[in-house]
């Protein structure tokens, strides 16, 4: 199961109030007709951390391996972007041509 | 044999010209151009001055067979192909795939030199696909490509505007300096794509949203789509999964597009090389080589949930990210030795974790933390089955995280209902009642409240509680149901009691709650009977007729006569007489009256009220008729069960005989039709009999129909002393004639004197055969059990406190006939 944290977009110690106003603003942008599968996995993640009992259990007893890819895309968050280079572009555009004709 | 082994080509050879012709039109036709080139091959072997058409579908064959290589990527093959046809069949069809596929197979100087040579055989459309491959040929600068482009190509019109673009781009010159150069790039020329691609780059700095819109307008075989990809990966909503799909030197790219670091991008690279799914060694190594990178508390949770699938990395996690405390090591052995199922060492660590939050109870957290474990540790116990000795471990531990946490509703009514498994009616009731007391607003345990205060007979307190759910949720059925039956069971105390007057009122209350006469006329018989014990004849009759009229069918009515009529202390069958209901054999019944009938049945079942063998005994006859007209599986099981748990054995009989007729040698309708037969009794089975049923046994087993298994081992268990085995899904089953000896020798040790029949076992028990599965003061026990009873039952309990484990249902659940 992904870090239901980091799914919300919340910190681990925010409270109830906190936590369900992440889980509205989740919701809103992600609405179950739109993206059922997202949607499911923000009422996952809001079900399994909503109460300070809930947080506290998944705390003590959450025993599925950590959530490897949300790790990375914490640390991997956007900084000041930059041009590539001439020498980037050209080596993309060096690659053979993408796909059939 | 040999022809078969032969090789396609000598099969081929040995066909007349007549089937290869037919062949390789079929080939053609189903689109196999391999097979097709060597049909027509040979056919122009055999007769090279033909005039059929085979050049023409040889030629067809090697371009649409170049075309499928291409289809697969495999653009050199295709070139080489194509180059064939020219010298096999004197045409150079479609020249602008050939220079299509040298171009992505990367043979440029070739692919300039086809172009010039098939240029005027070109269309101005294939011309200008070709011409935006070549002119992104050109950015990249291509030196065979530029040099064999002619001073006053088109390519070279545009060439500096798009460099010019290019360059600014790159040197980050501002948007408008970047969007003046392309500027100068006209809509038709061949650069337009790149036109395109830089306009999404440059739009992903302002609206990432756009920026991949503006992408996607790319066609899909544009060579810029190895950019347009890039694009859409940057704009996605979780850019990290979006840079997994694309290839390193993109990856490079969308590195610098998002901002990333060095140590963003090898934190990048290092997580592209992990698996899909990557093991718990893995998935720990990647977390400790980037832990500087990854945020450091996510890092350290990381690495801790993975130390229980990963013990080995607790000395790394430790060396970085400090000691840990002890609550935190028993916690990850307590998980290690859940992972292992060694559930009694995870309790252990539990209970340790619990005790060192306990120490802090001041800390609310703590508190509220020793309580969930404790909860946990209760599940643990009941799930793997580790309830053993006097107290069972579930009830302690969740009693004891309500001392800690009292605000946890679900815990009550679970101790509650543990109670009420074990047959322990008075902590059933307390913790109810407790929990009442503890969420007087609760709909979910005020109904639990009804319920255990109507056992109890206290029915005030249960109109009471009933009435509150009713406040709180007025269209609570159960609660309405309950609340009627309550007053209904309050009104038949005061008759008996001769309060008649309170009766009266009670049944008032009820009539007020009823909707739709939904009681099936129980009101009404009750005022009936209470006018009847008040010496009102006519207002009894009245009231009986009425109550007897919305029962519904005659069956149910005399069904309901009889009960309600005995439950107050009146004679039903002075009732019956006086209204003149006459003789219950003529009475006529259907599907639907037998099936309301058994709904009923049950229902008093539930109630308690246990004295329904006589009166649907006076009902066999309809009843019989009835059951005759069952057909549905569904409907047989239901009447069948109803029977059984009635019990009413003559009927029970006949309905599982109907049943077999439809459902032949089914398990469950055997089992009934001997249940019925032997009225209930193991030892009255017949020997024939005995074996059909052993037969049923073997058939729920291996249909893995559990519900048909645990009836009968239930059925041949009676009379059996209690056995050790009941936790371990219900004794063995002791094949009869092993039952029948040791029956012979206990009675005949019955009859000896005490000391002598102690000699005589203990004689017995020495020549006990060796046994693998039991050490041998165990196997004595158990011998000594199956000889002499509870007697040596209790002795082995008082002996051993711990073995065997406690039944799960203790108590009245459990009380044997015999």
């Known amino acids: 199961m992904p870090n239901p944290f980091a799914v919300l977009g919340v910190a681990e110690d925010a409270d109830d109030d ?26 996952a993640a809001y079900e399994a951390v909503k109460t300070r009992r809930d947080r506290l259990r998944h705390r003590i007893l959450q025993q599925e391996p950590p959530d490897l890819a949300g790790l990375v895309a914490t640390a991997l968050q956007p900084g000041a972007r930059r041009r590539p280079s001439e020498f980037q572009l050209r080596q993309v555009l060096s690659q053979p041509l993408i796909g059939p004709k | 044999m040999a022809k078969a082994q032969s090789s396609p080509r000598a099969r081929l050879d040995d066909l007349p010209t007549r089937e290869l012709i037919a062949r390789g039109s079929a080939l053609l036709a189903t689109h196999d151009y391999k097979d097709a080139i060597d049909v027509y091959k040979l056919l122009l072997k055999r007769e090279p001055q033909a005039e059929a058409g085979w050049r023409e579908s040889l030629a067809t064959a090697y371009l649409e067979r170049a075309r499928q290589l291409a289809g697969k990527a495999m653009y050199r093959e295709a070139a080489v192909l194509w180059e064939n046809l020219p010298s096999l069949c004197g045409q150079a069809p479609h020249p602008e795939g050939y220079i299509d596929w040298l171009l992505r197979s990367g043979q440029h100087a070739k692919a300039m030199r086809a172009y010039a040579a098939h240029a005027a055989a070109l269309s101005a459309a294939e011309i200008g696909e070709l011409e935006i491959e070549i002119a992104a040929l050109t950015l990249t600068g291509q030196k065979e490509v530029l040099q064999a482009l002619p001073p006053d190509a088109p390519l070279r019109q545009h060439l500096n505007a798009a460099q010019d673009a290019l360059r600014a781009y790159a040197q980050g010159e501002p948007e408008e300096q970047v969007r003046d150069a392309l500027k100068n790039i006209s809509f038709r020329s061949p650069y337009r794509d790149w036109r395109q691609a830089l306009s999404a780059l440059l739009k992903l700095e302002t609206d990432p949203t756009e920026a991949a819109a503006l992408a996607k307008r790319l066609s899909p075989t544009s060579p810029y789509q190895g950019l347009a990809e890039i694009v859409r990966a940057c704009a996605a909503a979780d850019p990290t999964r979006a840079l997994l799909t694309l290839d390193p030197i993109q990856r490079e790219l969308a590195g610098s597009l998002l901002g990333l670091d060095q140590r963003q991008m090898k934190l990048l690279k290092e997580w592209t090389r992990l698996n899909v799914h990557p093991g718990d060694k893995a998935s720990f190594d990647f977390i400790i080589a980037n832990q500087a990178t990854l945020n450091a508390e996510l890092a350290r949770h990381a690495s801790l949930a993975l130390l229980p699938a990963y013990p080995s990395g607790l000395k790394i996690h430790t060396r970085l990210f400090g000691p840990l405390s002890p609550f935190e090591s028993n916690r990850l052995q307590a998980l290690q030795a859940e992972r292992d199922h060694q559930y009694s060492r995870a309790l252990r660590s ?72 074990a047959g322990d009616d008075k902590e059933y009731h307390q913790w109810v009642e407790r929990a009442a007391k503890h969420f007087p607003n609760d709909p979910q345990v005020l109904l639990a409240a009804v319920e255990t205060a109507t056992a109890r007979n206290a029915y005030k307190k249960a109109a009471g509680f009933a009435a509150r759910v009713l406040e709180l949720d007025p269209i609570n059925p159960k609660a309405r149901a309950i609340l009627i039956s309550a007053h209904l069971a309050h009104a038949r105390k005061q008759i008996l009691a001769g309060k008649y007057a309170l009766a009266e009122k009670e049944l008032d209350s009820a009539g007020q709650l009823e909707r739709d006469k939904a009681r099936g006329g129980v009101i009404e018989i009750n005022r009936g009977l209470l006018a009847s014990r008040q010496d009102q004849p006519e207002r009894a009759r009245q009231w009986l007729r009425e109550g007897l009229r919305l029962a519904g069918s005659p069956v149910l009515a005399w069904l309901r006569l009889a009960v309600e009529a005995e439950r107050v202390d009146l004679e039903p069958s002075v009732l019956r007489r006086d209204l003149d209901l006459g003789d219950p054999r003529k009475l006529a019944a259907g599907r639907a009256d037998l099936l309301a009938l058994i709904r009923a049945v049950n229902a008093y079942h539930e109630e308690g009220f246990e004295y329904l063998d006589a009166t649907l005994r006076e009902l066999e006859r309809p009843l019989k008729h009835a059951i005759q007209q069952l057909e549905e599986e569904g409907d047989l099981v239901a009447v069948c069960e109803s029977l059984h748990q009635a019990p009413c054995h003559e009927l029970l009989e006949i309905a599982a005989a109907r049943a077999l007729e439809r459902y032949p040698e089914q398990p469950l309708f055997v089992y009934y039709l001997i249940y019925g037969r032997a009225e209930g009794d193991i030892d009255s089975v017949k020997d024939r009999d005995y074996e059909r049923l052993e037969n049923a046994l073997d058939q729920a087993v291996a249909a893995k129909d559990h519900r048909t298994v645990t009836a009968i081992n239930q059925f041949f268990s009676q009379g059996a002393p209690p056995s050790p085995f009941s936790r371990m899904g219900g004794p063995p089953q002791m094949p009869r004639e092993m039952r029948r000896e040791l029956d012979d020798i206990r009675r005949q040790l019955e009859r000896v004197p005490p000391a002598l029949r102690d000699q005589m076992l203990d004689a017995m028990l020495d020549d006990l055969p060796p046994d693998d599965d039991f050490p041998p003061k165990v196997q004595r026990a158990l011998m000594k059990i199956l000889l002499l009873g509870d007697e040596a039952f209790r002795d082995l309990l008082d002996e051993s406190p711990d073995f065997p484990p406690s039944p799960r249902g203790r108590g009245g659940r459990n009380k044997r006939r015999r």
Request: aromatic share 6%; with cysteine.
């Open chain 1, 18 to 43: 906190a936590i369900k106003k992440a889980y509205l603003q989740q919701v809103r942008e992600h609405p179950p007709e739109r993206n059922p599968e997202r949607f499911q996995a923000i009422r």
């Open chain 2, 350 to 421: 539990w209970r340790t974790c619990a005790e060192l939050l306990i120490q802090d109870a001041g800390n609310p957290d703590n508190r509220l933390a020793a309580a969930l474990i404790l909860r946990h540790m209760a599940e643990l116990a009941e799930q793997e089955d580790l309830d053993w000795g006097e107290t069972p471990k579930t009830r302690d531990y969740l009693e004891q995280s309500l001392r800690l946490d009292p605000d946890d509703r679900d815990i009550y009514l679970k101790l509650a209902k543990l109670c009420q498994d």
